[in-house]
């Protein structure tokens, strides 16, 4: 009787068993297959990630600047800013990737795969930063602002620029960085295989064979640097100028123009007060509203504007009354991002009816701007005025 009533029970506890361990069997093949499906999904992502960013590398040597306008918007169009827009849009997506690459779990699918692909994505999205900050810090670029974010957030090119030799040192350790988790990749792929309920995912190599003629390889990311360093478009360009002057109270009749207007290039000018001077209404105090354009590739800070104004009465005649022979006035001119323009407001002096004055607008040069043998072009405006009785 006992042995019935155990042999029953054994026959329960091994049906048991086997209905448990088909569930977990389909269950395993669930969740792997899910998984499959999401992480597909993500190094899908990341080919097209490292895609863009081997063409970027391959094409910047090559990059040209966009012809400016006589009065360019606050778009960017210089050969810098699209390779910095590029870099900053490889940055954003590995990062995505490999956040989301640890987000897709739990369920957690059978074997290494997860923690694998993890490990792949981080270790792309950190050569990607690293490539950018090694262009960066050889051309002195600087990550674009991002729209909302925090002030401050975004790092400036204040540091020291990198030679050749150690950004060519730089570049060649994110190739070799980037093969790394290619070879990784390959067992994440060759694991998932392997699986009981197998994982299958695609193929996914941002330094594909031969790897020395892969853009993003040691090899060809180490002589990308000297390659850079030729690139005319790609190196700074400074060129801070006046693109408009007006006069407050505007001129009633003009000898020369009572508001200047200039461009970038070679339409950059720097005016000259005639001999018949700008005649202004009866006022007790003359304004100047101007317009600075950054007409270069790189951000321009820390320039000033100095307004000069002085008695220009033919001789003979006697001084204007104290207080109203003019002075010297300087004012900060705010950061300048590049092909845009930041307005001006000086302040007004006080000047005396029946008087001429000279007006100088002066703009100081930036380091690294480009002076012409009779001076900087489109850094100084002058005026000439009468102040009507």
């Given at each position: 009787?006992w042995?019935l009533?155990?042999?029953?029970?054994?026959?329960?506890?091994?049906?048991s068993?086997?209905e448990?361990h088909a569930?977990?069997a389909?269950?395993?093949?669930?969740?792997?297959?899910g998984?499959?499906a999401?992480?597909?999904?993500?190094?899908t992502?990341?080919?097209r990630?490292g895609?863009d960013l081997?063409a970027l590398?391959?094409r910047?040597?090559?990059?040209?600047?966009?012809?400016f306008?006589r009065?360019?918007?606050?778009?960017?169009r210089?050969?810098?800013a699209?390779?910095?827009?590029?870099?900053?849009?490889?940055?954003d997506?590995?990062?995505q990737?490999?956040?989301?690459?640890?987000?897709?779990?739990?369920?957690?699918?059978?074997?290494?795969?997860?923690?694998?692909?993890?490990?792949?994505?981080?270790?792309?999205?950190?050569a990607?930063?690293d490539?950018?900050t090694?262009i960066?810090?050889?051309?002195?670029?600087?990550p674009?602002p991002v729209?909302?974010a925090?002030?401050g957030?975004t790092a400036?090119?204040?540091a020291?620029?990198?030679?050749?030799?150690?950004?060519?040192?730089?570049?060649?350790s994110?190739?070799?960085?980037?093969?790394?988790?290619?070879?990784?990749?390959?067992v994440v792929a060759?694991s998932?295989?392997a699986?009981?309920?197998?994982i299958?995912?695609?193929r996914?190599?941002?330094?594909?064979?031969p790897?020395?003629?892969?853009?993003?390889g040691?090899?060809?990311l180490?002589a990308?640097?000297?390659a850079?360093?030729?690139?005319?478009?790609l190196?700074?360009?400074?060129?801070l100028?006046?693109?408009a002057?007006?006069?407050?109270?505007?001129?009633?009749?003009?000898g020369?123009?009572?508001?200047?207007?200039?461009g970038?290039?070679?339409?950059a000018?720097?005016t000259v007060?005639?001999?018949?001077p700008?005649?202004?209404?009866?006022?007790?105090?003359?304004g100047?509203?101007?317009?600075?354009?950054?007409?270069?590739?790189?951000e321009?800070?820390?320039?000033?504007?100095?307004?000069t104004?002085?008695?220009?009465d033919?001789a003979?005649t006697a001084l204007?009354?104290?207080g109203?022979r003019?002075?010297?006035?300087?004012?900060?001119v705010?950061?300048?991002?590049?092909v845009?323009s930041v307005?001006?407001t000086?302040p007004?002096m006080a000047?005396?009816?029946?008087?001429?004055?000279?007006?100088?607008l002066t703009l100081?040069?930036?380091?690294g701007?480009?002076?012409n043998?009779?001076?900087?072009?489109?850094t100084t405006?002058?005026?000439?005025?009468?102040?009507s009785p």
């Amino acid at each position: 009787m006992w042995a019935l009533v155990i042999a029953f029970a054994g026959v329960i506890v091994v049906g048991s068993v086997a209905e448990i361990h088909a569930q977990s069997a389909g269950y395993r093949s669930s969740v792997n297959s899910g998984y499959a499906a999401l992480a597909t999904q993500v190094v899908t992502s990341s080919n097209r990630t490292g895609g863009d960013l081997a063409a970027l590398v391959r094409r910047a040597p090559t990059l040209a600047n966009g012809a400016f306008s006589r009065y360019p918007s606050s778009a960017l169009r210089s050969a810098r800013a699209e390779l910095q827009q590029g870099l900053d849009r490889a940055v954003d997506d590995a990062d995505q990737q490999a956040s989301q690459a640890a987000h897709l779990v739990p369920p957690y699918p059978t074997g290494p795969v997860s923690s694998g692909l993890t490990a792949v994505m981080a270790t792309r999205a950190t050569a990607v930063a690293d490539l950018r900050t090694a262009i960066d810090r050889q051309l002195g670029m600087s990550p674009l602002p991002v729209a909302g974010a925090p002030a401050g957030t975004t790092a400036t090119s204040s540091a020291a620029l990198s030679t050749i030799g150690e950004a060519s040192s730089a570049m060649a350790s994110v190739g070799r960085l980037l093969q790394s988790a290619d070879r990784a990749y390959r067992v994440v792929a060759s694991s998932g295989r392997a699986q009981p309920a197998p994982i299958r995912l695609p193929r996914s190599a941002w330094v594909p064979d031969p790897q020395s003629t892969a853009p993003l390889g040691a090899t060809q990311l180490a002589a990308l640097a000297p390659a850079l360093a030729g690139s005319g478009a790609l190196v700074a360009f400074h060129q801070l100028v006046i693109t408009a002057a007006g006069l407050d109270p505007a001129a009633v009749t003009t000898g020369a123009p009572g508001t200047v207007g200039t461009g970038c290039g070679v339409d950059a000018q720097s005016t000259v007060a005639g001999t018949t001077p700008s005649v202004l209404p009866p006022t007790a105090t003359l304004g100047v509203a101007l317009t600075v354009t950054n007409c270069g590739t790189v951000e321009e800070s820390g320039e000033t504007v100095t307004e000069t104004l002085a008695p220009a009465d033919p001789a003979g005649t006697a001084l204007p009354l104290p207080g109203r022979r003019g002075g010297v006035r300087r004012v900060p001119v705010p950061t300048v991002a590049p092909v845009s323009s930041v307005a001006l407001t000086l302040p007004p002096m006080a000047v005396a009816g029946g008087h001429r004055y000279t007006l100088d607008l002066t703009l100081s040069v930036p380091p690294g701007q480009r002076v012409n043998p009779d001076g900087a072009a489109g850094t100084t405006q002058q005026f000439l005025v009468q102040i009507s009785p």
